[in-house]
C-alpha cells in the first residue's frame, strides 16, 4: 500500500509554552481538588448513615454500591491529579530544554 501523506523536511516543533502548561496544571488540581472534597463529603455521609435491613441481600448491594460510588470518584480524583503531575512535568521540561537549547526530536508517525 502507498502512503499517502506527503513527507516533509520540515520538523514538528512544539508551540507549548510553560505558561500554558501550568496553568493547565492549576485547573487540573482545582479539579482534582474538588473530586476528593466531593469524595471525602460522600464518603462521610455513606458512614455516618448505616444501612438498616434485615435481608442480606439488600446490605450487599447497598455496600456494593457506596463502595463504587466512592471508588469512582476516587479514579477521577486519581486521574487529575495524574494530569496535573504531568503537566508541571512538562512545564519542567521545556523550562530545561529552552535552557539548553536542545531541540525536541521529530515525531515520527
Known amino acids: 500500500m502507498t502512503n499517502l501523506r506527503p513527507k516533509s523536511d520540515k520538523k514538528n516543533t512544539s508551540n507549548t ?3 500554558q502548561c ?10 482534582a481538588t474538588l473530586a476528593y472534597l466531593l ?7 455513606f458512614a455516618s448513615k ?4 434485615d ?3 439488600v446490605v450487599n448491594i447497598s455496600t456494593a454500591v457506596r463502595a463504587l460510588v466512592v471508588g469512582v470518584i476516587a ?16 512545564a519542567i521540561q521545556i523550562i530545561i ?8 526530536p521529530p515525531n515520527e508517525g
Do not use: D, H
Open 50 to 53: 448505616p444501612i438498616i435491613s
Open 39 to 45: 469524595m471525602k463529603s460522600i464518603s462521610e455521609t
Open 17 to 19: 509554552n510553560p505558561l
Open 75 to 90: 479514579l477521577a480524583t486519581c486521574m487529575c491529579a495524574m494530569v496535573t503531575l504531568g503537566l508541571v512535568a512538562l
Open 22 to 31: 501550568l496553568a493547565s496544571a492549576v485547573i487540573s488540581g482545582g479539579l
Open 55 to 57: 435481608n442480606v441481600f
Open 97 to 104: 530544554q529552552r535552557f539548553t537549547n536542545k531541540e525536541m
